[in-house]
């Protein structure tokens, strides 16, 4: 579902819309390989961050599945910057599953 909402406020007509949509990806680390080069949290911040115990990448806590630092599901919003940082992941350690 879209919700939309239509203002006109001194002869200009102003629409925002935005959609409820529910994530379908999931993302899997495998953090075990992963290198710690830092390009997942560089392109994807508010998905991926670097682990402070071990340096290793992890899912950002609020988007994390049954807070699992390995899994989660990222916003509508992050799921083009997710696709991104597993795209270029250096080790091939960021895993993308849409269902």
Known sequence: MVLCIFLSIGGIT?????????STMKVTINREECT???TCW???PDMFEENPDDSKNQIVEKHR??????????PEEFEDCTRS??????AEVIHIEDS
Do not use: L, Y
Not at 85 to 90: G, S, V, Y
């Open 42 to 44: 560089e392109q994807c």
């Open 85 to 90: 940082a597993a795209e270029d992941c250096c």
């Open 65 to 74: 599945v049954k807070g699992n630092i390995a899994e989660g599901v990222p």
């Open 14 to 22: 102003v629409n925002m819309c935005r959609s409820n949509r529910v």
């Open 36 to 38: 710690s080069c830092g």
